[in-house]
């Protein structure tokens, strides 16, 4: 059978191929059937830091936010997602403490998943409690204002309706809320 395969491309394409798919699934379809817990909702109990609590599906408010930013293709420049790299790591993190890696428990209540895959603006998987309603307002408004350079164009059809603008600052409060990682307590919603 090996010997074949030095002679005849039709049987390594086969095999190749084989190989392909076998690994596919061992990584994409066999994890989710072998841990079940990517299904449920990420779970806060922890009874160390005196904090309990799930995580909870978006309200209606953030369900309009989050239909702004799909809208408006926010997701196509900000990522939703901090990888294993400790760059990623440190960059989302706060005050000084690295933020967690994602995890899939926390994204159960997210369809479409907005991972997204060009990081052409800063990843938004850790921003929900960073700033202020007036700074979101003020940079919709006009992203250099606060962040100099940034490539962002100005959304103040967002920024002057004052629906939308509070819908959608409510979906971004809650990106990266559901892990209870930062100082100073900074868990609630």
């Known amino acids: 059978m090996l010997r074949k395969a030095d ?38 109990d922890d009874p160390n830091k005196g904090v309990t609590g799930k995580l909870q599906p978006y309200t209606e408010q953030q369900l309009k936010g989050r239909a702004i930013y799909v809208r408006e293709g926010c997701w196509y420049c900000h990522t939703q997602q901090t990888r294993t790299l400790l760059a ?22 997210d369809t479409p998943h907005l991972f997204g895959t060009k990081r052409t603006g800063p990843d938004l998987s850790r921003v929900g409690g960073k700033y202020d309603e007036q700074w979101h307002i003020a940079h919709f408004r006009n992203p250099r204002d606060l962040v100099p350079g940034s490539i962002m164009p100005p959304y103040p059809w967002i ?31």
């Open 88 to 109: 990623d790591t440190k960059r989302s993190g706060w005050r000084g403490v690295d933020a967690p890696i994602s995890t899939p428990d926390e994204f159960v209540y």
């Open 159 to 189: 920024a002057g309706n004052e629906q939308e603008v509070q819908a959608l600052i409510a979906y971004l409060q809650t990106l990266g809320r559901a892990k209870n990682w930062r100082p100073d307590n900074d868990y609630e919603k």
């Open 7 to 44: 002679y005849s491309a039709a049987v390594f394409v086969a095999a190749a191929l084989g190989l392909f798919f076998l690994g596919g699934l061992l990584t994409t379809v066999a994890p989710p059937l072998i841990d079940k817990s990517w299904s449920k909702p990420f779970d806060n």
